[in-house]
């Protein structure tokens, strides 16, 4: 079975802190993604990486960073949390040309 | 840009009873689309796919989608829901030459007895 592993399902953290969401898959998946869920909105894409060190900006990357320095991992960093990141993070990967994505269990994050 | 569009918040059904759930998409060319479902608690799962050809395609669990491109839809159906599938639909369309997918907003299923 694929399995895309986020490293916590639950976060709580102070505005201002330096918070690194971890993702890690096991298929030797070119593509890797963050989304953030938040009600009403649907998933959102903040980054996407294609191959290692390569990021390519998603729709609402403001506020937040990314890094791949292996294949399988793809962490999200947010440099400065802030009330209004509070929301479901959701990590994904697959190979390219659409086939299927498999996304991990999420993490909810909660800044306070 | 390509955008989804699910015009359904939320919808109950009875358990045994049929199933349409409305997804249109705004893209120029011909798009893929996807639909995924969402349990509670659960990550992302794909139920199905459309990339070309058979525009009524076949998914998991016992759903089907057909692509409309007339009416820019890829309404997701299933003739006979069961309570398990009391989840949130994500519609989805991707974009050629770029990998990045577009979600709508979401559909949440309720299933009364």
């Known amino acids: 079975d694929v399995k895309v592993t986020q490293s916590s399902r639950y976060l709580v953290k102070r505005t201002g802190e330096k918070v690194f969401l971890e993702c890690v898959q096991d298929?030797?998946?070119?593509?890797m993604f963050w989304y953030r869920q938040d009600p009403g909105l649907g998933l959102r894409l903040i980054y996407f990486s294609y191959d290692v060190k390569m990021k390519e900006k998603g729709d609402i990357p403001e506020g937040y960073s990314v890094s791949r320095e292996k294949k399988e991992r793809f962490s999200l960093i947010l440099e400065s949390a802030s009330t209004n990141q509070t929301s479901m993070y959701l990590c994904?990967?697959?190979?390219?040309?659409?086939?299927?994505?498999?996304f991990g269990q999420g993490t909810r994050l909660t800044v306070v | 840009a390509q955008s989804v569009t699910q015009p359904d918040i939320h919808i109950t059904v009875s358990e045994g009873a049929s199933l349409e759930l409305r997804c249109n998409y705004s893209?120029?060319?011909?798009?893929?689309l996807f639909w995924y479902v969402q349990s509670p608690g659960q990550g992302l799962q794909l139920l199905l796919k459309y990339f070309s050809g058979d525009t009524l395609v076949q998914g998991i669990k016992g759903f089907e989608a057909e692509f409309k491109r007339s009416q820019s839809s890829f309404n997701l159906r299933k003739p006979s829901v069961h309570w398990s599938d009391a989840a949130e639909y994500f519609c989805?369309?991707?974009?050629?030459?770029?990998?990045?997918?577009?979600f709508g907003t979401g559909t949440r299923l309720t299933i009364i007895p």
């Open positions: 994904a990967s697959s190979l390219p040309h659409f086939s299927e994505a498999f």
């Open positions: 989805a369309v991707g974009a050629v030459g770029n990998e990045k997918l577009t």
């Open positions: 298929m030797d998946h070119e593509n």
């Open positions: 893209y120029g060319a011909t798009p893929y």
